[in-house]
Antibody, heavy 128, light 110 residues
Framework: QVQLQESGPGLVKPSETLSLTCSVS?????????WGWIRQPPGKGLEWIGS??????????HYNPSLKSRVTISGDTSKNQFSLELSSVTAADTAVYYC??????????????????WGQGTLVTASS | QSALTQPPSASGSPGQSVTISCTGT?????????VSWYQQHPGKAPKLMIY???KRPSGVPDRFSGSKSGNTASLAVSGLQAEDEADYYC??????????FGGGTKLTVL
Protein backbone atom coordinates (compact mmCIF):
# COMPACT_ATOMS: atom_id res chain seq x y z
CA GLN A 1 0.00 0.00 0.00
CA VAL A 2 1.67 3.19 -1.17
CA GLN A 3 1.57 6.21 1.14
CA LEU A 4 2.54 9.78 0.31
CA GLN A 5 3.24 12.59 2.76
CA GLU A 6 3.87 16.25 1.92
CA SER A 7 6.19 18.35 4.05
CA GLY A 8 7.52 21.89 3.97
CA PRO A 9 6.91 25.40 5.26
CA GLY A 10 3.30 26.46 5.64
CA LEU A 11 4.13 30.13 5.13
CA VAL A 12 6.16 31.66 2.32
CA LYS A 13 6.85 35.35 1.75
CA PRO A 14 5.85 36.91 -1.59
CA SER A 15 8.63 36.83 -4.19
CA GLU A 16 10.32 33.92 -2.40
CA THR A 17 10.45 30.24 -3.41
CA LEU A 18 7.98 27.64 -2.19
CA SER A 19 9.65 24.29 -1.54
CA LEU A 20 7.81 21.08 -0.70
CA THR A 21 8.86 17.45 -0.44
CA CYS A 22 6.75 14.34 -0.88
CA SER A 23 7.97 11.29 1.01
CA VAL A 24 6.77 8.02 -0.46
CA SER A 25 6.54 4.71 1.36
CA UNK A 26 5.40 1.33 0.11
CA UNK A 27 6.49 1.80 -3.49
CA UNK A 28 9.77 2.88 -5.14
CA UNK A 29 9.45 6.13 -7.10
CA UNK A 30 11.85 4.66 -9.67
CA UNK A 31 9.41 1.95 -10.73
CA UNK A 32 7.02 2.71 -13.54
CA UNK A 33 4.72 5.48 -12.30
CA UNK A 34 4.55 9.23 -12.74
CA TRP A 35 4.69 11.29 -9.54
CA GLY A 36 3.09 14.68 -9.48
CA TRP A 37 1.95 17.82 -7.72
CA ILE A 38 -1.57 19.24 -7.78
CA ARG A 39 -2.80 22.30 -5.91
CA GLN A 40 -6.16 23.63 -4.77
CA PRO A 41 -6.66 27.27 -3.73
CA PRO A 42 -9.06 27.66 -0.80
CA GLY A 43 -12.63 27.05 -1.98
CA LYS A 44 -11.55 26.46 -5.57
CA GLY A 45 -10.82 23.60 -7.95
CA LEU A 46 -7.80 21.42 -8.66
CA GLU A 47 -4.87 22.57 -10.78
CA TRP A 48 -2.17 20.25 -12.10
CA ILE A 49 1.29 21.68 -11.47
CA GLY A 50 3.58 19.09 -12.98
CA SER A 51 4.78 15.49 -12.96
CA UNK A 52 8.00 13.49 -13.05
CA UNK A 53 8.80 9.99 -14.33
CA UNK A 54 12.03 8.16 -13.65
CA UNK A 55 13.00 6.45 -16.88
CA UNK A 56 16.16 4.41 -16.48
CA UNK A 57 19.03 6.85 -16.23
CA UNK A 58 17.03 10.02 -16.87
CA UNK A 59 13.96 11.80 -15.55
CA UNK A 60 11.04 12.95 -17.67
CA UNK A 61 9.27 16.07 -16.38
CA HIS A 62 6.16 17.82 -17.65
CA TYR A 63 4.79 21.12 -16.33
CA ASN A 64 1.60 23.12 -16.56
CA PRO A 65 2.37 25.73 -19.24
CA SER A 66 0.93 28.50 -17.07
CA LEU A 67 3.45 27.70 -14.30
CA LYS A 68 6.33 26.28 -16.32
CA SER A 69 8.60 29.31 -15.98
CA ARG A 70 8.46 29.11 -12.17
CA VAL A 71 8.29 25.35 -11.45
CA THR A 72 10.90 22.67 -10.92
CA ILE A 73 10.08 19.10 -9.91
CA SER A 74 12.89 16.73 -9.02
CA GLY A 75 13.27 13.31 -7.48
CA ASP A 76 15.64 11.60 -5.05
CA THR A 77 15.38 7.86 -5.53
CA SER A 78 17.82 7.16 -2.68
CA LYS A 79 15.38 8.80 -0.23
CA ASN A 80 12.26 7.77 -2.20
CA GLN A 81 11.16 11.38 -2.29
CA PHE A 82 10.28 13.95 -4.91
CA SER A 83 10.15 17.71 -4.54
CA LEU A 84 8.46 20.85 -5.82
CA GLU A 85 9.98 24.29 -6.12
CA LEU A 86 7.81 27.24 -7.17
CA SER A 87 9.62 30.53 -7.46
CA SER A 88 8.47 34.15 -7.17
CA VAL A 89 5.32 33.27 -5.28
CA THR A 90 2.40 35.65 -4.90
CA ALA A 91 -0.81 35.50 -2.92
CA ALA A 92 -2.35 33.63 -5.87
CA ASP A 93 -0.11 30.67 -5.04
CA THR A 94 -1.82 30.19 -1.68
CA ALA A 95 -3.31 26.71 -1.85
CA VAL A 96 -3.40 23.20 -0.48
CA TYR A 97 -0.63 21.35 -2.30
CA TYR A 98 -1.06 17.62 -2.92
CA CYS A 99 1.49 15.11 -4.09
CA UNK A 100 0.19 12.05 -5.90
CA UNK A 101 1.17 8.92 -7.76
CA UNK A 102 -0.08 8.60 -11.33
CA UNK A 103 -0.47 5.47 -13.40
CA UNK A 104 0.39 5.95 -17.04
CA UNK A 105 -1.45 4.42 -19.93
CA UNK A 106 0.50 3.71 -23.07
CA UNK A 107 4.27 3.88 -23.01
CA UNK A 108 4.63 6.62 -20.37
CA UNK A 109 6.44 8.90 -22.79
CA UNK A 110 3.25 10.96 -22.99
CA UNK A 111 1.24 12.26 -20.06
CA UNK A 112 -1.60 9.74 -20.38
CA UNK A 113 -2.00 9.58 -16.62
CA UNK A 114 -4.50 9.39 -13.80
CA UNK A 115 -3.73 9.89 -10.11
CA UNK A 116 -4.46 6.73 -8.13
CA UNK A 117 -2.91 7.62 -4.75
CA TRP A 118 -2.73 11.02 -3.05
CA GLY A 119 -1.09 12.56 -0.04
CA GLN A 120 -3.26 14.29 2.55
CA GLY A 121 -2.26 17.74 1.30
CA THR A 122 -0.50 20.65 2.95
CA LEU A 123 -1.66 24.26 3.08
CA VAL A 124 0.89 26.80 1.93
CA THR A 125 0.10 30.48 2.44
CA ALA A 126 1.98 33.17 0.54
CA SER A 127 1.94 36.22 2.77
CA SER A 128 4.30 38.70 4.37
CA GLN B 1 -5.09 25.90 -21.49
CA SER B 2 -8.59 26.35 -20.12
CA ALA B 3 -10.20 24.30 -17.40
CA LEU B 4 -12.80 21.79 -18.50
CA THR B 5 -16.37 22.97 -17.95
CA GLN B 6 -18.46 21.30 -15.26
CA PRO B 7 -21.78 22.43 -13.78
CA PRO B 8 -21.17 24.00 -10.36
CA SER B 9 -23.78 21.84 -8.71
CA ALA B 10 -25.91 18.73 -9.10
CA SER B 11 -28.36 17.03 -6.79
CA GLY B 12 -30.58 14.04 -6.35
CA SER B 13 -32.53 12.17 -3.72
CA PRO B 14 -31.32 8.91 -2.19
CA GLY B 15 -31.79 6.04 -4.61
CA GLN B 16 -32.01 8.30 -7.63
CA SER B 17 -29.49 8.71 -10.42
CA VAL B 18 -27.53 11.80 -11.36
CA THR B 19 -25.13 12.62 -14.19
CA ILE B 20 -22.33 15.18 -14.11
CA SER B 21 -20.96 16.52 -17.37
CA CYS B 22 -17.44 17.62 -18.26
CA THR B 23 -17.12 19.59 -21.48
CA GLY B 24 -13.86 20.27 -23.24
CA THR B 25 -12.70 20.48 -26.82
CA UNK B 26 -11.35 18.23 -29.53
CA UNK B 27 -7.89 19.04 -28.13
CA UNK B 28 -8.56 17.39 -24.81
CA UNK B 29 -11.70 15.41 -23.91
CA UNK B 30 -12.71 14.81 -27.51
CA UNK B 31 -9.26 13.92 -28.73
CA UNK B 32 -8.17 11.29 -26.22
CA UNK B 33 -9.63 8.49 -24.13
CA UNK B 34 -7.76 9.67 -21.03
CA VAL B 35 -10.54 11.20 -18.97
CA SER B 36 -10.56 10.51 -15.26
CA TRP B 37 -12.92 11.46 -12.44
CA TYR B 38 -12.16 12.21 -8.79
CA GLN B 39 -14.35 12.42 -5.70
CA GLN B 40 -13.37 14.83 -2.92
CA HIS B 41 -15.03 15.04 0.47
CA PRO B 42 -14.53 18.26 2.49
CA GLY B 43 -11.04 18.52 3.92
CA LYS B 44 -9.92 15.31 2.26
CA ALA B 45 -7.70 14.42 -0.66
CA PRO B 46 -9.33 13.52 -3.97
CA LYS B 47 -10.06 9.86 -4.71
CA LEU B 48 -9.88 8.28 -8.15
CA MET B 49 -13.31 7.03 -9.26
CA ILE B 50 -12.99 6.54 -13.04
CA TYR B 51 -10.03 6.38 -15.43
CA UNK B 52 -9.68 5.99 -19.19
CA UNK B 53 -13.25 7.33 -19.57
CA UNK B 54 -15.09 4.21 -18.41
CA LYS B 55 -12.86 2.11 -16.14
CA ARG B 56 -13.40 1.77 -12.39
CA PRO B 57 -10.51 1.14 -9.97
CA SER B 58 -10.85 -1.78 -7.62
CA GLY B 59 -13.06 -0.86 -4.68
CA VAL B 60 -15.16 1.79 -6.43
CA PRO B 61 -18.83 0.77 -6.42
CA ASP B 62 -20.36 -0.11 -9.78
CA ARG B 63 -22.95 2.59 -9.08
CA PHE B 64 -20.35 4.92 -10.58
CA SER B 65 -19.87 4.83 -14.34
CA GLY B 66 -18.20 6.99 -16.97
CA SER B 67 -18.85 7.70 -20.61
CA LYS B 68 -17.92 10.12 -23.37
CA SER B 69 -19.62 11.56 -26.42
CA GLY B 70 -17.72 13.97 -28.60
CA ASN B 71 -16.11 16.67 -26.46
CA THR B 72 -18.19 15.87 -23.36
CA ALA B 73 -17.46 13.24 -20.75
CA SER B 74 -19.98 12.24 -18.12
CA LEU B 75 -19.98 10.64 -14.69
CA ALA B 76 -23.18 8.85 -13.73
CA VAL B 77 -24.02 7.90 -10.17
CA SER B 78 -26.94 5.56 -9.69
CA GLY B 79 -28.66 4.55 -6.46
CA LEU B 80 -27.49 7.75 -4.75
CA GLN B 81 -26.32 7.33 -1.18
CA ALA B 82 -25.61 9.93 1.47
CA GLU B 83 -21.87 9.24 1.28
CA ASP B 84 -21.84 10.19 -2.40
CA GLU B 85 -22.28 13.83 -1.38
CA ALA B 86 -18.94 15.39 -2.36
CA ASP B 87 -17.19 17.47 -4.97
CA TYR B 88 -16.39 15.73 -8.25
CA TYR B 89 -13.65 16.73 -10.67
CA CYS B 90 -12.92 15.53 -14.17
CA UNK B 91 -9.47 15.55 -15.73
CA UNK B 92 -8.22 14.99 -19.25
CA UNK B 93 -5.03 14.75 -21.23
CA UNK B 94 -4.86 17.99 -23.19
CA UNK B 95 -2.16 17.28 -25.75
CA UNK B 96 1.47 18.36 -25.74
CA UNK B 97 1.98 16.62 -22.40
CA UNK B 98 -0.52 18.84 -20.60
CA UNK B 99 -3.16 17.80 -18.11
CA UNK B 100 -6.28 19.81 -17.33
CA PHE B 101 -8.92 19.54 -14.60
CA GLY B 102 -12.53 20.63 -14.61
CA GLY B 103 -13.79 23.33 -12.28
CA GLY B 104 -15.61 20.82 -10.08
CA THR B 105 -19.22 19.92 -9.34
CA LYS B 106 -20.73 19.85 -5.88
CA LEU B 107 -23.07 16.88 -5.63
CA THR B 108 -25.78 17.20 -3.00
CA VAL B 109 -27.85 14.25 -1.84
CA LEU B 110 -31.19 15.74 -0.85
Amino acid sequence: QVQLQESGPGLVKPSETLSLTCSVSGYPISSGYYWGWIRQPPGKGLEWIGSIYHSGTSDITHYNPSLKSRVTISGDTSKNQFSLELSSVTAADTAVYYCARAYCGGDCNSLYIWFDSWGQGTLVTASS
Amino acid sequence: QSALTQPPSASGSPGQSVTISCTGTSSDVGGYNYVSWYQQHPGKAPKLMIYEVTKRPSGVPDRFSGSKSGNTASLAVSGLQAEDEADYYCSSYAGSNNLVFGGGTKLTVL
